[in-house]
């Protein structure tokens, strides 16, 4: 089989495209995945601002995550 060249392309005007499209490409993986975790933080904020006022100003379920260390002052 006989391959033709119909755009007259060079070998290296052939491999600098084929490096855009290859960057292209990867940036739109980029954009995507970017896409994505903005989507997935919008739908959780989404979900919290559902959520009753009350719950959003409740202790935390945790007994030792509201202990506050002792401040601690130098004696002269």
Avoid: F
Wanted: hydrophobic letters at 45%; zero cysteines; proline letters at 9%.
């Amino acid at each position: 089989m006989v391959e033709h060249d119909y755009i007259q392309e060079t070998p290296t005007a052939r491999l600098r495209n084929w490096v855009l499209s290859e960057m292209l490409r990867g940036a739109g993986y980029a954009a995507l995945l970017l896409l994505v975790i903005g989507v997935s933080y919008g739908v959780i904020w989404g979900i919290g601002q559902l959520l009753p006022s009350e719950s959003k100003n409740a202790p935390p379920p945790m007994p030792y995550s509201a202990l506050h260390a002792p401040l601690v002052t130098a004696k002269a």
